[in-house]
């Protein structure tokens, strides 16, 4: 069956990561797995301390590329009437400015007790939620 908005919006906020697709200046895909928080028809994401190569991350390249993002949730098990999976479209945007990333800090740090100890210290890419969509099983 098909999810309405509000019902994507919380089962993707459930889950405790999501996928983010990017594409780079030349249309090809990026897909990384990123901690995150939502709080209406925004969800955030940030660099954190985890080892990098570079603070200067492919997603946040393509994102100045193209700013055109999606991110997925979802849910398997073997009993195939549990599945699900939600998608959201948006524009993201790349945050820098430490009065601008004050809450979506916040919101990281109240869902991630890692985040508690050592906040992310950004860059913040904030998404617009253009449009929720999503499936789950129904008998």
């Known amino acids: ?7 994507a919006r919380e089962r993707l906020a459930s889950v405790p990561v999501v996928h983010l697709a990017t594409t780079d200046e030349d249309g090809r895909p990026h897909l990384v ?8 028809d925004h969800v955030y994401t940030a660099v954190d301390a985890k080892p990098k190569r ?3 991350l492919k997603r946040l ?5 193209n700013p055109r993002v999606a991110v997925l949730a979802d849910h398997y098990e073997d009993d195939w009437s549990r599945l699900w999976w939600v998608r959201a479209d948006a524009t993201a ?3 820098q400015d430490p009065a601008a990333m004050a809450r979506p ?6 869902r991630y007790r890692q985040y508690r100890a050592a906040p992310p210290e950004g860059p913040v890419i904030a998404l617009s939620v253009e449009r929720w969509t999503g499936w789950a099983y129904q008998p």
């Open 1 to 7: 069956m098909r999810l309405t908005e509000e019902a």
């Open 33 to 40: 797995v990123t901690t995150f928080a939502v709080e209406g």
């Open 54 to 56: 570079t603070r200067d």
């Open 61 to 65: 390249r393509n994102i100045r590329a």
């Open 93 to 95: 945007e790349i945050l």
């Open 105 to 110: 800090v916040a919101l990281l740090s109240e």
